[in-house]
């Protein structure tokens, strides 16, 4: 059947999805024509297609919505579609993110959160980043049903070893991948401690996964492919790395780096990401933490840097994962030096000068 594409998509939509839209439009009551309906590409997902769709109902002005989320290629490099699954569904039924209305074999069909998606700007009010802040306490906290080891270290080296795979020598010449099992195991022995605090952690909390209720102030954090538990330092490390994107440009892979939060701003965040959850924090909880989140920025650069080179080759978007990858890397081996005092690796790629 034909959609109304609106210019997003062309053709019509996979037979089993139609089928399953149609069913959910006929169920509502209230949809005026359950074949009218509008289909609107949403800009910047970077592992699935991502897709609005409408219809117009016997309510002026108030029609049914959904999202539909169609798998990127080569996902399962990056995690378990079934794991995700449950903890939508474990998440959702917990009041957490969107409703699950349906799956087809090439994605699902999800609830449609009338809310306001951040912007990279929005990442920076210090409201909203309060907002964050103490949602980001909230999701640590819950009580996620399965083993509660950290992933982050063993999700790596398989990373690792699938990039080898995948890049050609030069490639893997080009960006030191044979000098990253050594960096991971460093980082690994280096920056992990007793003392840190495991949570369940999203580990992809970019300003696009947030939304804002506008009126009640409220935030709900989606998109939970990579959630795991893990250190909480590394989520945060994650989030204020993400402080150097901006996916809605002409150039979404280019990182800004001189965007990183400072000093000041960092603390700002812990202490009220610390207060969220009810007592006031001691300056030494908040420079513990503060700290433990810069070392832990380091084993994000690597993270991301191979998912960048493994989504190059199996990733059909329209993103340029490789020069995403070498900045991540470049980044690494830029800070290494100062974040744990030792010595860095030259040669590596040529490094922008950075304000980090």
């Not at 993110?97 to 609830?111: C, I």
């Not at 809310?115 to 210090?126: G, I, N, Q």
């Not at 470049?330 to 000068?353: A, N, S, T």
């Amino acid at each position: 059947m034909a959609v109304k594409t609106n210019g997003f998509i062309d053709g019509s939509l996979p037979e089993e999805l139609m089928q399953l839209l149609l069913s959910l439009a006929s169920n509502w009551g209230d949809v005026i024509d359950i074949s009218a309906l509008k289909v609107v590409h949403l800009s910047g997902a970077m592992t699935n297609e991502v897709y609005r769709i409408s219809w117009p109902t016997n309510k002026e002005n108030v029609p049914r919505t959904v999202l539909v989320r169609i798998y990127g290629d080569g996902v399962e490099l990056f995690f378990n579609r079934d794991e995700e699954i449950r903890t939508f569904e474990c998440l959702s039924m917990h009041g957490y993110g969107p409703k699950l209305l349906g799956q087809f074999r090439e994605g699902r069909v999800e609830e449609f959160i009338h809310a306001r998606t951040l912007s990279a700007a929005d990442l920076r009010d210090p409201e909203i980043s309060a907002l964050i802040a103490a949602k980001m306490r909230e999701f640590h906290n819950l009580d996620m049903p399965g083993p509660k080891n950290v992933v982050l270290w063993d999700r790596m080296r398989n990373w690792l070893s699938e990039a080898k795979c995948l890049c050609s020598p030069d490639h893997v010449k080009e960006y030191k991948l044979d000098s990253l099992e050594k960096e991971i195991s460093l980082l690994e022995k280096s920056i992990s401690a007793s003392h840190q605090e495991i949570g369940f952690c999203h580990n992809d909390l970019q300003y696009g996964n947030i939304m804002i209720d506008e009126q009640s102030q409220s935030i709900t954090i989606i998109d939970y492919e990579y959630a795991s538990y893990n250190p909480v330092a590394y989520d945060l490390a994650n989030h204020f790395c993400e402080m150097a994107a901006n996916y809605h440009t002409d150039t979404p892979h280019i990182l800004d780096y001189s965007k990183y939060p400072g000093l000041e701003e960092r603390r700002r965040f812990v202490q009220q990401y610390l207060r969220s959850a009810g007592d006031e924090p001691s300056d030494e909880a908040i420079e513990q933490l503060a700290d433990d989140i810069e070392k832990y920025t380091l084993a994000n650069h690597i993270f991301w840097g191979l998912w960048g080179l493994i989504s190059a080759h199996v990733n059909h978007i329209e993103f340029q994962y490789k020069e995403y990858a070498r900045q991540r890397f470049e980044q690494y081996w830029l800070r290494k030096p100062e974040i744990l005092d030792v010595k860095g690796v030259d040669g590596f790629v040529e490094q922008r000068k950075c304000d980090l």
